[in-house]
């Protein structure tokens, strides 16, 4: 007997998973048909008793509650829940619509002449037993599904960092999965340790560590959002020993815990997770200095650093924001971003897309006439070192001239303020593109001295996840089994994320004064390697290769020509603080203009000709410090001494 009742719940199992979404919902809303009449009988037979229900008319009572049941439950969201997935967050939903029939059913007993005690107790008692039948029913059925759960051989045994309302709400999504068993929380808080919840152990780090090969979970989720960042980082290196892959749960409220996808939505371990700084915060003050009901204009709007840059200023409610793009694709897709974002936040901004060259003097102008352009952003430049080493000639047109003709158009036409995106490379540089970045921030420093135009550059390290950034490619080769590639054991680099970099750009328009240049405070450098590292024990793979299937090795390629060791931010001048706490600039010395011009036309002559040698050869004569790497030596590590301290 036994058996055939377990064939019976297993078949019944089996059944309800293969139906379609739809058809799943349809039985629901059919238990509710049946369960809001029910509550309602049991509401008039416990306050009237069942002789005295016999003898009234109440039908159409009953047909008016139960619609409005339903259609209250399905505004709230409840159809949209799936039954394995259910949890306490489902409450709201089934109260509220209970709530509102309970209103409903007040009214109607009203109308019909039943007044006094039964008008209040009956819809009282219809409460509190819709709540127990609907909430009880899905409830009965989510555990039965649970229990004869037959998970596929090979799904993945986790364990959720953080016992909170988040790790929770992850436990029950995931409980319903049939990819993953979660088997135990771990969290740091003594008054949690040693309890059961929703059946799984909540564990000290100590001990999980102690019985970690009992548990031998394949992931890890870190499910604890208000955590800052500090801690979070703290808990990653402690995770990263583990060799075990994580995942990381940022913004609990994003998340649709009732989704078959609930997975998918928590998110892999980026590089940005890994910095060891605080990500620094903006001064909204500074923020809207040059944006906020002004005519503003993006070059290089479509690029990852522009199209950052363009969402940013989107929000500080500019009058008119103008994005100008060389690539049609890039603009297409960032003009149609913005347009949705600007109609989500309420519209009032004006959003105009234009192709076209920074280099072509006669389109700018127009532009910048057009559109009353108050401030310009110039973030078209070739970035890309290797790239822009093999075609010099047109790393020089783009990033020197291209930026000559920026400053001259803003100048010519009433422009008040341009900001150069510039890069650590244009420091010392040891490549064609640091050298080109460096000559267009003299141009700017030239300029300043001679227009109303206020001029400034603002100094990038290397920006997480932008195009050319060693994030995405490290994570790429780990997919692909590695191996991960660095070009040298000791290259450092300072990093900063992509919202910092935009946010530094907007802040340091609002604190120029002319021919300045503003970097970040990027603590200190990080090493590549051990980010490489890191980032292949969070996924889960391991960094030193012994010839399994979870292996991922490290392979160092040596360093690319115009490639340096360690990267710096400042060359030297003036050092001034700033309104920013975590922001500096300085005035450096400039090329006076008669020898800026000279060299400019030296460059036209070599650019006209296609002569790469010629170029290079005027770019070391005029930029300080440029010597070029062709990759037979490695730069002295004493250039690290050369780093700045913020302190």
Request: hydrophobic share 45%.
């Amino acid at each position: 007997m036994k058996l055939a009742i377990l064939k019976s719940l297993k078949l019944w199992h089996s059944s309800v998973l293969s139906l379609s979404r739809r058809s799943k919902t349809v039985i629901v809303v059919f238990t509710d048909i049946i369960v809001l009449p029910l509550s309602l009988f049991i509401a008039f037979a416990l306050r009237q008793g069942l002789g005295e229900l016999a003898k009234q008319e109440l039908k159409w009572v009953y047909l008016i509650v139960t619609v409005v049941g339903l259609l209250s439950f399905a505004v709230l969201g409840l159809y949209r829940e799936m039954v394995r997935y259910i949890s306490f967050r489902t409450l709201p939903s089934v109260i509220g619509g209970l709530a509102v029939s309970a209103i409903v059913l007040a009214l109607l007993l009203a109308v019909s002449g039943h007044s006094g005690d039964l008008q209040w107790s009956v819809p009282c008692i219809f409460f509190l037993s819709g709540n127990f039948f609907v909430g009880g029913v899905r409830m009965f059925a989510r555990t039965l599904l649970l229990a004869f759960d037959s998970r596929p051989y090979g799904y993945r045994r986790l364990v959720i960092y953080g016992a909170g309302e988040s790790g929770r709400a992850t436990a029950t999504a995931l409980q319903g999965s049939r990819r993953f068993l979660p088997i135990a929380f771990v969290d740091d808080n003594a008054s949690l340790i040693g309890r059961k919840i929703h059946g799984l152990p909540v564990l000290a780090w100590k001990m999980f560590i102690k019985q970690f090969e009992r548990y031998s979970p394949s992931l890890i989720i870190l499910s604890i959002p208000s955590a800052t960042p500090a801690r979070r980082r703290k808990i990653l290196d402690k995770l990263a020993d583990l060799g075990v892959e994580v995942r990381l749960v940022s913004d609990f409220s994003s998340l649709d815990s009732s989704s078959e996808d609930y997975f998918e939505q928590i998110k892999e371990i980026e590089v940005d997770d890994l910095l060891e700084r605080e990500v620094v915060p903006a001064e909204s003050s500074l923020l809207e200095g040059r944006i906020k009901g002004q005519s503003i204009l993006v070059c290089g709007g479509g690029g990852s650093i522009g199209s950052e840059l363009c969402r940013q200023i989107l929000f500080l409610k500019p009058v008119r924001l103008v994005v100008y793009e060389l690539s049609e694709y890039n603009l297409y897709s960032i003009e149609r971003e913005l347009l949705t974002l600007s109609r989500e936040s309420g519209g009032g901004v004006e959003i105009v897309g234009k192709l076209g060259s920074v280099q072509d003097m006669e389109r700018v102008s127009e532009l910048i006439h057009r559109y009353s352009i108050d401030t310009i952003y110039h973030a078209a430049a070739y970035k890309h070192v290797p790239l822009v080493e093999d075609n010099p000639v047109e790393g020089i047109k783009n990033n020197v001239f291209g930026t000559l003709t920026l400053a001259r158009a803003a100048s010519e036409n009433g422009v008040k303020c341009l900001v150069l995106i510039s890069t650590d490379k244009a420091v010392r540089p040891t490549n064609v593109m640091g050298a080109t970045k460096r000559l267009a921030e003299m141009i700017l420093q030239d300029r300043s001295l001679r227009s109303d135009c206020t001029y400034c550059m603002v100094r990038f390290g290397n920006v997480l996840n932008s195009s050319g950034s060693v994030a995405p490619l490290f994570k790429e080769q780990i997919r692909q089994g590695g191996p991960v590639t660095v070009t040298h054991p000791e290259v450092q680099r300072y990093f900063m994320t992509i919202r910092e970099a935009s946010e530094l750009v907007i802040q340091a328009s609002s604190m120029a004064r002319g021919g300045d240049v503003f970097v970040l405070d990027m603590g200190k450098p990080v090493k590549i390697v051990t980010l490489a590292e890191k980032l292949i024990r969070l996924m889960g793979r391991d960094s030193s290769p012994t010839n399994t299937a979870n292996d991922v090795g490290i392979k160092f390629t040596g360093l690319r020509p115009g490639e340096k060791l360690y990267e710096e931010l400042l060359i030297d001048g003036d050092v001034f603080g700033t309104k920013h706490p975590k922001i500096m600039g300085v005035l450096e010395k400039c090329m006076p203009s008669s020898e800026l011009e000279s060299v400019l036309d030296d460059l036209r002559s070599a650019c006209a000709a296609n002569d790469h040698e010629k170029a290079i050869l005027v770019l070391q004569q005029a930029v300080e410090g440029y010597k070029r790497y062709d990759g037979s030596s490695v730069q002295d590590i004493a250039t690290q001494d050369k780093v700045v301290n913020f302190g």
